[in-house]
């Protein structure tokens, strides 16, 4: 009842979570709740800013690299242009040459986002302005039906301030270039800006009457350029455009009439569609395409030439053509979700392509509409299949449905101008599925604890956890399959008792058996038990293992040299330690084959376990190791699985105390590629001299194995009393063969009398 209880609530929760941040984020775009000192409500702003940035990420997967506005083209100040007229800023005669090549290429709107604030006082005595210079340039391109020159100017504005500069004090040229309003009442308007400070061009520019438009700007709280300041209304109703509005209208001749209804929202609205603003007079950029999108040309391509290129003809006759830096140093570059350094000016031009394509932003009741949609019925099939608790339908529905609502929205929603609080609609089936899952795995880790408290003394851990998957109790019985044994077995382990008391005895196990069994568990293999000193395992169960073999030897050399630096550390310790601990070795036996795993023993305890005649085997192959004097021995069936991947040679073929069946064996010397070329020698000679002694060269392989018996002694330098070692045995075997040869039909095969 309490698991149901808290699992509900935080379903719950969650869910209202998700409601809530949808509910805040789409107040929150209809307020605008913003002051131009860029403080936001925190609990408001949140919400809004975390669908801004999943937005963006979307949104950046609907660009279309291959489209294009073939009526905008950017002039550009880039950096082969600074080198090519000089630092900046530029004289106003650039600028006359620019307008007047301008004219000769056919351009029909040019629009600047350069501010001409401050006159041009670089002029010969006697001689008119350059600004004079410029105007004229103006005024003779404007001369041409349709043409127009749109110079900028920039407002710091200030939403919120007793610092209130009149709207009167503004450049009276200004309101020829307000735009046409409709007004439901006259009391509601826009966003008032109380302007703070200016920046209009020169009166001598002026004279000229180009169009006015403004460039003002302002960022997401985060910094990132989402919008655009279409709108800027200055007091008594008067609402200023930007510079792209402008030049949509200058190039169509059309009118983009501003209308606020009763209510206070407000559109741009054209022959073509509507865009709508916030109650700031800002507009959301559609960022459709990439800066490649738009025609280019360099200033210092377009000064070099003789009016007559027809490249550069061709990309300017005709088009708006805005004019703005792109030059690094020009400090005119903007985070936008498309690029975290885009120039300015592109978020100008955009506003000008969206008006020119019709293409807007949905209304925001139809993005609500859409949302609600998807959060009510993503929650509504969640918190059903919650019920039935169901990990898989739960993780195949959310996959299901995420993948699908977000493939939905990138192709088909944001192409359409729609903006969709997905990441909150999301949130309530992930948080869902999450909250549901971690309470099922806090809950199943519980369950487990418990079973280990209760059962751990009489069962072994992968039976519990056997038992918790499967939510049986243990049975007996076992599955039969191909897997690999492992025995391990301290070297004379008998005489440690002689010379360590049981408290030392158990410390010094203790550390053993946990260097190695860590080794062993890495691997993947499996512990069967613990037998005093030796080390029983298996690889290939309960879980599968393809590679079964080969991780047993890697185990078996990581156990080797494991061993090789306790005995280090051992010796490091003083005379902590007596000398038969610094010499301690451990033998191993390693066999593959068809082996019975499962659970072995009675209905009141049993423990999981191997049986079979593969097992046997390998335990016999520990115990053979000794009298051959190394410490690692794999059966052929074994080294039939290794691929190829380690280094062995040939021991023996022997018949093992209780099997009939002779069986040939390999002393495991290293990995292919890492082991030392002494053992590489010691392979060679050994095997020449053991292919001798199959044939029954007695002395000539004794002769062999006296070769190899050099590289026996360098094995194990450190090794003292050592009696034995292969190449002594097959000596040894030689010359009683010698005195007593083998019948005539001798195989070669060693029985073994002893374990």
């Known amino acids: 009842m309490l698991t149901k209880l808290i699992r509900w609530t935080g379903i719950s929760l969650i869910v209202l979570l998700a409601v809530s941040g949808v509910g805040i984020q789409q107040f929150e775009n209809y307020l605008n709740?913003?002051?131009?000192e860029g403080n936001w409500t925190g609990l408001i702003s949140a919400p809004g800013s975390i669908e801004q940035k999943f937005y963006d990420v979307r949104m950046m997967q609907t660009l279309d690299e291959n489209a294009k506005d073939d009526k905008t083209v950017l002039l550009s100040i880039d950096e082969q242009s600074l080198k090519s007229v000089g630092r900046w800023p530029w004289s106003r005669m650039v600028w006359?040459?620019?307008?007047?090549?301008?004219?000769?290429?056919?351009?029909?709107?040019?629009?600047?986002?350069?501010?001409?604030?401050?006159?041009?006082?670089?002029?010969?005595?006697?001689?008119?302005?350059?600004?004079?210079?410029?105007?004229?340039?103006?005024?003779?391109?404007?001369?041409?039906?349709?043409?127009?020159?749109?110079?900028?100017?920039?407002?710091?504005?200030?939403?919120?301030?007793?610092?209130?500069?009149?709207?009167?004090?503004?450049?009276?040229?200004?309101?020829?270039?307000?735009?046409?309003?409709?007004q439901a009442k006259q009391d509601v308007n826009l966003t008032e800006w109380r302007v703070a400070k200016t920046m209009f061009p020169v009166p001598d520019i002026l004279k000229a009457e180009p169009g006015l438009a403004h460039i003002t700007a302002y960022p997401d709280p985060d910094g990132v350029f989402r919008t655009n300041l279409v709108s800027v209304n200055v007091g008594d109703g008067i609402y200023m455009p930007s510079i792209g509005v402008s030049a949509f209208q200058y190039f169509t001749g059309e009118s983009a009439d501003l209308e606020i209804d009763s209510n206070g929202a407000a559109i741009i609205k054209t022959k073509k569609g509507v865009m709508e603003l916030g109650i700031t007079g800002a507009s959301g950029i559609r960022w459709a395409c990439s800066q490649k999108s738009y025609g280019y040309?360099?200033?210092?391509?377009?000064?070099?030439?003789?009016?007559?290129?027809?490249?550069?003809?061709?990309?300017?006759e005709g088009k708006i053509v805005f004019i703005g830096s792109t030059a690094t140093g020009a400090h005119d570059l903007r985070h936008t979700p498309i690029d975290a350094a885009l120039p300015g000016v592109y978020t100008h031009m955009s506003v000008t392509s969206m008006l020119l394509q019709n293409r807007f932003f949905k209304p925001e009741e139809k993005s609500l509409y859409f949302s609600w949609i998807i959060l009510i019925v993503g929650t509504l099939i969640m918190v059903g299949i919650q019920m039935f608790e169901n990990a898989i339908a739960d993780a195949i529905f959310v996959g299901a449905f995420g993948t699908s609502i977000i493939y939905w929205d990138i192709y088909h929603l944001i192409p359409q101008g729609y903006t969709l609080s997905l990441f909150f609609c999301l949130l309530a089936v992930v948080g869902t599925y999450s909250w549901n899952t971690l309470l099922n795995y806090y809950i199943g880790a519980k369950d487990k604890a418990f079973l280990k408290n209760a059962f751990g003394n009489y069962i072994s851990p992968e039976l519990i956890d056997q038992?918790?998957?499967?939510?049986?109790?243990?049975?007996?019985?076992?599955?039969?399959?191909?897997?690999?044994?492992?025995?391990?077995?301290?070297?004379?382990?008998?005489?440690?008792?002689?010379?360590?008391?049981?408290?030392?005895?158990?410390?010094?196990?203790?550390?053993y058996l946990s260097a190695m069994t860590d080794i062993l568990l890495e691997e993947g293999g499996t512990l069967d038990k613990y037998e005093g000193d030796a080390i029983i395992a298996f690889f290939g169960a309960p879980m599968p293992l393809e590679d079964h073999a080969v991780r047993s030897c890697r185990v078996a050399l990581g156990m080797q040299n494991a061993l090789l630096d306790l005995r280090k550390k051992w010796v490091s310790e003083g005379d902590k330690w007596p000398q038969i601990v610094h010499d301690m070795r451990m033998r191993i036996g390693i066999n593959s084959g068809e082996i019975v795993t499962g659970n072995m023993g009675s209905a009141v305890r049993m423990n999981y376990t191997m049986m079979g005649d593969s097992v046997n085997l390998a335990a016999r192959l520990e115990e053979a190791a000794k009298q051959y004097g190394i410490f690692t021995q794999v059966s052929m069936f074994t080294k039939d699985m290794l691929e190829d991947k380690f280094v062995m040679r040939e021991l023996d073929t022997m018949r093992v105390v209780g099997k009939k069946e002779p069986v040939t064996t390999y002393d495991l010397l290293g990995e292919v590629g890492k082991t030392e070329e002494d053992l590489l020698t010691l392979q060679n000679l050994f095997h020449e001299a053991l292919d001798l002694y199959k044939n029954q060269k007695w002395d000539e392989a004794i002769e062999g194995f006296n070769k190899s018996l050099e590289y026996e002694n360098k094995r194990f330098p450190d090794l003292e009393g050592k009696k034995t070692n292969p190449s002594l045995v097959y000596i040894d075997r030689c010359n009683q063969f010698k005195e007593n040869p083998p019948p005539e039909k001798w195989d070669g095969v060693f029985t073994l009398t002893s374990k």
């Open 297 to 316: 040309v360099s200033i210092k391509d377009l000064l070099a030439s003789d009016g007559k290129d027809p490249k550069i003809k061709e990309a300017l």
């Open 96 to 182: 006359y040459e620019v307008i007047n090549k301008l004219k000769v290429y056919g351009a029909k709107v040019i629009a600047f986002d350069v501010i001409f604030s401050e006159p041009e006082l670089s002029r010969k005595e006697g001689q008119p302005s350059p600004d004079l210079y410029m105007a004229q340039a103006i005024a003779d391109f404007q001369a041409v039906p349709g043409n127009k020159v749109i110079i900028p100017y920039y407002l710091t504005t200030l939403a919120k301030s007793d610092d209130d500069i009149s709207y009167k004090e503004l450049p009276g040229e200004l309101y020829n270039f307000v735009l046409n309003t409709k």
């Open 33 to 36: 709740l913003m002051d131009r």
């Open 467 to 511: 038992m918790y998957e499967s939510g049986e109790p243990p049975k007996l019985g076992g599955d039969c399959g191909i897997i690999t044994a492992y025995f391990t077995d301290i070297q004379g382990f008998s005489s440690f008792s002689e010379k360590l008391s049981a408290t030392e005895l158990v410390e010094l196990l203790n550390e």
